[in-house]
């Protein structure tokens, strides 16, 4: 619980309305998309990076615990107030885009900005914002940035630390940093900004966000191709990619899902499909995309491809990623309880990593649906369980370490995209070693002395 | 002077023949591209990685200052021993390829190869690695990473950092890091590599790099726009950009600049041109370079040029190359001396600070010609002298200093490739204010407690 007087000064600070210690409020600030629960002793809309480094200031100087916040919307806990203490919501105040930059093609946004209200504003006017998390609906840019989020488009656009010119953000002792410009070459000082993304709110907490925006591609064509096998359709992977092609995503559902998609949404599909491979194309001209779909019809037919379908228009595009948008939901047909890790290995090596985690799969007895993004080798692993009871979730969290273990073994890393947070935090062991923990801590140290910024996650200290 | 007995505790961890200090080493690794000489007290040349660890534990224990050293082609200063102690050179040893990753497009160096021996190799077999800075020849990739290097073809495909996947570096205490994977997407645990490309060896010592590659693009045109002004070139600049020009360079040469090649080279340049915009564009097919260029007519013509010019041959290419490829030593018509600066500013800011920095060389009584990377806001100002004496350079060093002012109140940066090093040192608190630079004393601190890292770079302590 958090001492009246403090969250008296808190009110002094942000003004009586943006602090709530209610139940209500509580209860509907302490989950995450985890869907495990710590309430916050209280809850701070902060209306502006004034208020963020006086709140900060006073929490550091009390030791009080702080966990930044944007939409909630984290598979991993990042945002979750595992010690109580506050949350700092941005979602209130902190939301806006300030700016859309047509000459220099930059967007200055609030942490709290949905990624889609981006992408929509830019796209508006002719620009472009290219990473999707598939929270795009709902996640935050402060929370995509603290996560390095990633998404579909990622195998020739990125992810989002490949969009990060600039961030200001507030270090626990209440100083305000300025990172990077809006210039694309810059290398005066340390990469502070380069730090503060992906660091999960551990290291300070952003308030202003710089994001390089590139034009709109003109033309866009959608693509599958139906494979026999999981293997091959992971050949295929690899080597259209090494032969030139650049498409924009590379989506990948595996047998399981392929069947799921069949049985709970009635997709047409081939009796014989073992695996689809679907994804976009684009270009600024039309021979480009026709250069890509020729690259990629020949790589996937090499290697075994049954067909290879283009949608010509948006009718057929949209009937080719339905299989890939309800992966997800169709897969709860194995079991009421998934254990989702969003593994990512050299592409190389999906071949022969996914066989392996079958085989994990199979020595448990659970099935292993997986599918993502194979264009860039990061690909969401499900550890279905039903109805599951401790012994049956033990085991499930047995799966998963070995997976981790095989994947790390692979030169892979336990997260392409989702983070470590509180989730992903027992196994930071099996990929890495002392000396590299030893390094996080004393930088989380160098920022935050008094570890009072989201502490415990990552594997960090609490 | 380094006492005799760590000098032989070096020769027992690397070997005799790997540890110098007589004069014509010392003399020989004293100097760097900025042509001021520091004598180290020792040079040692590492064979491998356990012998970095190794060395960096003993100097640790024994506060020995260390100055990793590439290939000395730095123009800041970075591998300069300001402060004696050892030089770890890496050129000796640890300069190979290790691996060329075909599959998953990615070279695996060692810090002392070459930027221009990985160039090569990667395009005999098909792939591409684009950042090339004017010291391509000869500077190492370990010391582009360490100032994260920038180069022509930034416009379109980014700089040094953008290539970077994964990095294996030694701290001072000895503790060997690996950060990064080979993977597109990796978000687990802090961005180690992150902070370490452009920390000037300030942090630890690179022993491992691993590169992205891309396919090569199969077809590359030239193209020379010739404008009546600095001005109507500056805003074709950022105009194209917006207007959804992707070219691969766009190399800016003012009104001294194409009076000194054409003076000093005979380069056949209409009387009336004022300033020229040089480049290239690229893509997977000729309609791409035909959009390409047909947007870069359309915009420079709008803002003033009265010509552009394509060059459909190797030959045609190289003539309208050549003013840009010999601008720096032209500009020797205006003085012996050169005070260069490669400042960067946000695109649509182009014009207005050129104006401003002439302005400041009008007032000194200097010539400023100016030319660069103009696609990516990066701009080599050079401030002319003459045989300088002492008041001179005095003069000049005012005038660079008011440069950085009014670049850094655009929104602007001291270095856009060069790093800071100790030439730029002086002017960090321009650009950062005492919060900021107090955070990069903790992050080195974090690093580096004993502060025998190439102390005193940066602007941080001696």
Redo the contacts between chains.
Sequence with gaps: MLDAKHIEALKEIVGQENVYSDKAHLIAYSYDATRTRFQPDAVVFPRDEKDVSEILKYCNTHRIIITPRGAGSGFTGGALPTQGGITLAMEKHMNKILEI??????AVVQPGVINMDLQKAVEAV?LFYPPDPASEQYSSLGGNVS??A?GMR??KY??T??YVMALRAV?PNG?????G????????????A??L???EGTLAVLTEITLKL??KPKFTKAYMGIFPSVEAAMNAV??S??A?A?PVAMEFLDSLVVHAVKEKLGVDLPEEAGALLIGDVD??????V???LEILERSFKENGAQEFVVAHDAAKREELWYARRNASPSITIFGNKKLNEDI?????MLPKALTRIYAVGNKYGFKVPCFG?AG???IHVNVMLDNPDEELLEKGHHAIQEIFELVVEM??????????GTS?APF?NI???E??L???K??K???DPNNILNPGK?GLPN
């Design positions: 930059d047509m000459e220099n093609m930059v002719g996560e390095n990633g990622a195998a990125g992810i630390k490949d270090r100083d305000i940093i300025r990172a410009k809006r210039t694309i070459k810059d290398v005066a000082g340390y990469n502070i380069g730090i993304i992906a660091s590139i034009p690899f080597k990619l090494a030139g650049n270009g600024n001209v039309e021979q480009e026709s250069f890509q990512s290995v050299p592409r190389s993004h860039d080798g990061n030169g892979g890393t336990l997260s392409g995209e989702h983070g470590i992903k930071m990929a890495f070693n000396q590299e030893a390094l996080f004393d930088i140290n160098a920022f990552m």
